[in-house]
């Protein structure tokens, strides 16, 4: 039984997930943008889209650790290239956020959507390149950072319905 044959009932669970948030995200965009009108591309750009883009990640994840690989440096070199491409997204994501002048981020904000992010795809990176020498911590690490993806965009999706519901519908 090779390593990653030990993950697989975990990524069954975590990409299965993934793919049902991505479906439930944009119900719930069609939902709030029909309801209260469309929201600026811009706004969008900065909070909406990185959702569905963390929780692609981990379907990608899942389904790059559960291919039946004959050996881990491919599926590692894939996950490390997941990590640096998440990487260079956040970067933008933080970017779109200081341009936007639609909302004025909070900490929160930054933490959830730029931080945490930023730690995990950092994660992914990291545990490639370690990989080869401690394959068991690397694999701790990709799942550590898939869960956070998953934690995190669920969290940010909470956050933009209770925002559209909560405080613009008082506006």
Known sequence: MTPLAEWQNFYVIVGSSAGALIGL???VLTL???RQGSTSAALGSAFATPNIIHFVAVL??????SAPWHGGATVALLWGLVGLG?????VIVARRMRVQNEYKPVFEDWLFHVLLPFAAYTTLAVAAGAARSHVRE???GVGAAALLLLFVG???AWDSVAYHVFMKKHR
């Open 25 to 27: 995200q944009f119900v």
């Open 32 to 34: 709030i943008a029909s």
């Open 60 to 65: 990608l994840l899942s389904a790059l650790i």
């Open 86 to 90: 998440g990487v260079t997204y956040v």
């Open 138 to 140: 690397a694999l701790f």
């Open 154 to 156: 669920i969290h940010n």
